[in-house]
């Protein structure tokens, strides 16, 4: 939007597709949040080691009295430990970067179609309004599904493409079958192959109109447009 007022993008689209000058900045951004998360999980993995190597007992376990195996088991980093060698680490940080790049192609090939055809900011609540409605719908299945991570809500919630990054990982600590992993997956990913394309016609339309506030009508027929 801003490129738009600054008329900056027709300058830009002189040299790339509109396509590609949406794509490049979606992928663009994902990898600055790939790299912040990467960050993000290696401190945390070197705090955990650091937790369990300081928490391990000085002594051996043989020589270690039940009273003092016991105050030993009741430390808080143990605790944490214990708890998290008992969930399936590995398979939830490669589900988690999975659905982290579907939910967020998903969610900003829409932005940037709706950045690209309005012209305000104010133009944009309309068309923001309902994917913000499905975040907060995904955050409550999700605090919902903690209850019953195998009901009916956290299945479906898990299943439809808008809520499926977030309730998906509040099911996997829990043990979530193998193909409904790979069912949210297919479905998130087709969903993205669809939304991306939609969003690129509507993106390739939107982004040289000026002073006209787009109805959906109007963002539909830019679609079909050749």
């Known amino acids: 939007m801003e490129e738009k007022t600054n008329r900056i993008v027709e300058v830009i689209v002189g040299s790339v597709r509109p396509f590609e000058l949406m794509m490049g900045k979606i ?4 990898l600055v949040g790939v790299t912040q998360m990467v960050v993000w999980l290696a401190m945390v993995t070197s705090l955990f080691t650091i937790l369990g190597i300081s ?14 195996m016991e105050m030993a088991r009741e430390q808080p980093a143990l605790e944490i430990m214990t708890a998290l060698s008992s969930m399936p680490v590995t398979e939830i940080i490669v589900m988690f970067f999975l659905f982290f790049f579907g ?18 900011q104010e133009d944009s609540s309309q068309f923001m309004m309902p994917m913000m409605i499905v975040m907060v719908f995904s955050i409550y299945a999700a605090m919902g599904s903690l209850e019953n991570t195998d009901g009916p809500l956290a299945f479906w919630a898990s299943m439809f493409p808008l809520s499926s990054p977030i309730v998906m990982m509040v099911r996997l600590p829990f043990g979530v079958p193998l193909w409904q992993e790979i069912l949210s997956l297919v479905i998130l990913y087709a969903t993205v192959f669809l939304f991306v394309w939609i969003s690129g016609r509507i993106y390739r339309v939107g982004i040289l109109l000026y002073g006209k506030k787009p109805t959906l009508r109007e963002m539909i027929k830019w679609m079909s447009y050749k």
């Open 27 to 30: 992928i663009g951004v994902m």
């Open 55 to 68: 928490a391990a007992p000085s002594v051996p376990a043989a020589s270690m009295t039940a009273e003092a």
């Open 103 to 120: 939910g967020y192609l998903l969610y900003s090939s829409f932005y940037a179609a709706i950045g690209a055809a309005i012209n305000s």
